[in-house]
């Protein structure tokens, strides 16, 4: 498939250091912009959002925990060294009367005595449990890879999001003040004509409730407009108030990834591929494998090397050193029960990721599907505004001609500027709609971050 040649390889996400994509996305003066509030884009909204956003630091945690913990099985295949020692002084002396001379005694502990032990354990054979150890490390370091991986998709897609449908608050409130005029101009026109003696009251209570109707809508408005500000800014790990102005620009992806290049069947071959839940699941199938071949290794014996060196302060019966060697044999034959039932609840733990991650991969080819079949419904709806956005247009344009001419009112005149403004504002909201569709597909398939930071670095190398 063309667009598996132009997307990057698949690595384990501790390649990816985020401030490398940033930098190939954005100079240090878009992050002082950012900081500030000034006008973004939507790639240095998503670069903002990767640097600040909290999911992304607590699962590159999970992903440094999960690293230690491989270095941790891999200690347990090493020598062991336990350095211990001790001072007293104690009283009184211990001894023992042996004629040895005139009054001397055989002192068995002095008063000061100080001794120091060295004990060294190396694991010759364990049975498979430090193999296993590590081969579960191991999975559950890649399934915290995948992890973040899913993380950083995610918050690429819910910044995008946000970013778009702020700018279809701003384009509702357009609409809702626009509305506001309009029934303004028509409460005045029919306050005239009630003066006039053309329009009765009731005319004129409908047109007075009308403003108050709109009032309501432009507050709404308002308050959604500011509630997705603060979701938007929440987002990029900004305070609330900080200012929101956005670059007016629809979504569109160039050349071979765009999603008119890619049919429904390879969609869904590449969200198979591409998506990071299916490969965090199969490690995680990979540790509930290891946690069954650690359960078998507690039923086998293991042997050790083990020798010990112990130097203390000389007595006249004790040398002032001593040293071990040898092997131990441990054999766990009473715990065979409970390695049973470990090794039993690790089949259930795998056979559950294993259902689980099939049915993960139908869900993942149902939402590629229905992403592809979303973006034909958002293509049709922006034609769709665009020909009324144009319509609208030469009607205010033939009522200003008319208004001009003396032959409309300057209330119809309002109400086709209205319409004209409403059906641009519609056409507006249909493009964000299709550049939040699009967004929708890319998560889908999984190519968020290859086609917001992978594809966006390499092309600013070139």
Do not use: C
Request: charged letters at 25%; a positive charge; glycine letters at 6%.
């Amino acid at each position: 498939m063309r667009l598996m040649r132009i997307l990057p390889s698949e690595r384990s996400i501790n390649s990816m250091v985020v401030g490398v994509f940033l930098a190939a996305l954005v100079s240090s003066a878009s992050f002082a912009v950012a900081q500030g509030g000034g006008t973004l884009s939507l790639r240095e909204a998503l670069a903002w959002a990767l640097e600040h956003n909290p999911t992304l630091e607590e699962a590159a945690a999970a992903v440094r925990g999960a690293r230690a913990g491989v270095q941790v099985a891999r200690a347990e295949t090493k020598p062991s060294f336990v350095l211990s020692g001790l001072a007293r002084k104690q009283g009184p002396v211990q001894s023992i009367n042996i004629p040895v001379g005139p009054g001397e005694r055989i002192k068995i502990i002095r008063p000061e005595q100080a001794n120091m032990t060295l004990a060294i354990a190396w694991p010759l054979w364990t049975g498979g449990r430090t193999k296993a150890a590590r081969q579960g490390a191991r999975a559950n370091l890649r399934a915290e890879e995948a992890n973040l991986h899913q993380a950083a998709e995610q918050v690429l897609y819910e910044t995008g999001m946000a970013y778009f449908a702020v700018l279809s608050a701003e384009a509702l409130v357009r609409v809702a003040d626009a509305g506001l005029e309009n029934a303004h101009e028509v409460l005045r026109t029919t306050e005239a004509q009630q003066q006039a003696g053309t329009a009765r009251d009731a005319e004129v209570l409908s047109a007075r409730q009308e403003v108050q109707q709109a009032t309501e809508r432009a507050a709404q408005a308002r308050t959604a407009l500011a509630d997705a500000r603060e979701q938007f800014n929440r987002l990029l790990g900004r305070a609330p108030e900080t200012p929101v102005v956005l670059v007016a620009e629809p979504l569109e992806f160039k050349g071979e990834a765009r999603p008119e290049a890619i049919g429904q069947s390879e969609a869904r071959a590449i969200a198979r591929r591409r998506r990071p839940e299916p490969a965090a699941l199969a490690q995680r199938q990979a540790g509930a494998q290891a946690a069954i071949a650690a359960a078998r290794a507690e039923r086998r014996p293991s042997v050790s090397l083990v020798a010990q060196g112990a130097w203390q302060t000389k007595t006249d019966v004790g040398h002032p050193h001593s040293e071990a060697i040898g092997l131990q044999f441990t054999w766990p034959v009473l715990e065979h029960s409970r390695a049973d039932a470990l090794e039993q609840q690790a089949r259930a733990d795998r056979d559950r990721l294993a259902a689980t991650h099939s049915d993960l991969l139908r869900v993942i080819e149902l939402q590629a599907a229905q992403a592809t079949r979303g973006l034909v419904v958002h293509a049709e709806h922006v034609a769709t505004t665009e020909r009324a956005r144009a319509a609208a247009a030469e009607a205010q344009r033939v009522a200003q001609a008319a208004y001009d001419a003396g032959t409309v009112r300057r209330m119809e005149l309002a109400q086709a500027r209205y319409r004209a403004r409403a059906a641009e504002a519609a056409a507006r909201v249909a493009r964000w709609q299709d550049s939040q569709g699009k967004l929708q597909w890319a998560r889908a398939l999984g190519l968020m971050r290859d086609l917001f930071l992978v594809a966006e670095g390499k092309e600013g190398e070139q």
